[in-house]
């Protein structure tokens, strides 16, 4: 069951817009479908906090058994302030520095996926100066196509994520017997928002050779690690199937004895989240018509950077109206400040409020103040209650920084 249009309208009214609101039954719903899918592998889920890190919605994941990935020393103190206990947690990301390694491992996290020889040397330097274990996967590079936009696209040989395999199979070896790091496995990541099964059976045949190999040397692999990526249906399509992946990868998997891992995000929670806008003007120009309304670019920013086509609906469509082609832009200067382009909406007006849809995922966390404005609120609607979970920046948050630097001459 989605949220009903007078309930979404309700929580416009007492919260105000633009606005994001969570619905935990849809949450829910997919999370058993996820697990129970994915169960006949025995798999870890690790969600992915790059998605939407609230700290309501971590603590709900939490609660419904999952564990996660983060790739960020900040995502990492979002599950430590949610009190999460961080022993199922992957640390992911090319650009790990000093301090957040130290923090990932004082918090004694699962296990770090490691994208370079460097990162690798210098988790290993600073478990050694910590007198804390270290455990890491290798992320390998299986150079895949997978079907998505370029610039979420991660598992080609251009991209620069991971390891080509030749690379990891010598740092394998030069650190199999490290007295501080352990190398417990490997790590694939095609890709954002891939909605094929094939370039998963791809990557892992790619992976499993490596895997074999290296055992064939010796070394014990006890982790595979498939990363996310799994897409879904934006435009009112299917979603990718978690089902028919099982089904395929099963066969493959039969015997290998390994600790199966999975890292979705997007597929969890962008279904769980509509944006909520009110229209300010409708704005007509030759045979152009333009609804502006006040969210944007800097509120969800997916159709500006990657093209991404969300639905939208007016809550309160009009009756028995001809539809009308529009564009909804939003109040940023810039040409590209756009949610939705060639548009066949019901006729609306200032006042009325609209939903775009599958915002959960990509969305508040992508949020900016260009133009010095403020980042919206969150509300999670359980059943028939809603609780704000984030409130929304005031100018004073805005400001607070750069006020408490400003001088008197300035």
């Not at 990162?119 to 274990?133: G, K, N």
């Not at 692999?221 to 996310?228: C, Q, R, S, Y």
């Not at 969890?268 to 670019?297: C, E, N, R």
């Amino acid at each position: 069951m989605t949220p009903k249009p007078e309930t979404l309208t309700a929580i416009a009214a007492e919260f105000g817009t633009p606005l994001y609101v969570y619905h935990a039954d849809t949450l829910r719903r997919r999370a058993a479908r996820l697990k129970s899918a994915l169960a006949r592998l025995d798999a870890h889920i690790h969600f992915s906090v790059k998605a939407n890190s609230n700290l309501s919605v971590l603590r709900m994941m939490h609660r419904l058994g999952f564990g996660f990935d983060v790739v960020s020393g900040g995502e990492l103190a979002r599950l430590q302030t949610a009190n999460i206990p961080t022993g199922e947690v992957s640390f992911a990301g090319v650009g790990k520095t000093v301090p957040e390694i130290r923090r990932a491992l004082a918090a004694n996290i699962d296990y770090f996926t490691v994208e370079s020889a460097g990162e690798l040397a210098r988790i290993a330097a600073l478990a050694t100066e910590m007198a804390l274990p270290a455990r890491a996967v290798l992320r390998l590079n299986p150079n895949v196509d997978a079907h998505t936009h370029k610039y979420i696209t991660t598992g080609h040989a251009e991209n620069k994520f991971g390891l080509d395999l030749d690379t990891a199979a010598t740092l394998w070896r030069q650190f199999s017997d490290h007295p501080a790091l352990t190398l417990v496995g490997v790590h694939l990541h095609i890709g954002s928002q891939v909605r094929l099964v094939e370039p998963y059976l791809l990557a892992a045949k790619k992976v499993l050779a490596f895997i074999a190999a290296r055992r064939a040397e010796g070394f014990a692999v006890e982790t595979l690690d498939f990363g996310g990526g799994f897409g879904i249906g934006y435009d009112g399509g299917d979603d990718f199937s978690p089902e028919m992946l099982a089904d395929a990868l099963q066969p493959m998997l039969a015997g290998q004895s390994l600790r199966v891992v999975f890292e979705p995000g997007r597929w969890l929670i962008a279904p769980v989240g509509v944006l909520l806008m009110t229209v300010q003007y409708v704005k007509q120009a030759g045979k152009k018509t333009f609804v502006v309304v006040d969210a944007g670019m800097h509120t969800m920013i997916r159709p500006a950077l990657y093209g991404g086509e969300h639905r939208i609906v007016p809550l309160s469509p009009a009756a028995d109206a001809s539809a009308v082609v529009c564009d909804v832009v939003g109040p940023i200067c810039e040409s590209s400040d756009f949610l939705g382009k060639d548009r066949e909406l019901p006729p609306v007006q200032s006042g009325d409020v609209l939903a775009l849809l599958d915002a959960g995922a990509y969305g508040m966390v992508m949020t900016s103040n260009y133009n010095s404005h403020p980042r919206p609120a969150e509300v999670l609607l359980d059943g028939d209650r809603y609780r704000l979970v984030r409130r929304r920046e005031t100018m004073d948050d805005l400001l607070a920084a750069e006020r408490a630097c400003l001088g008197g001459d300035d």
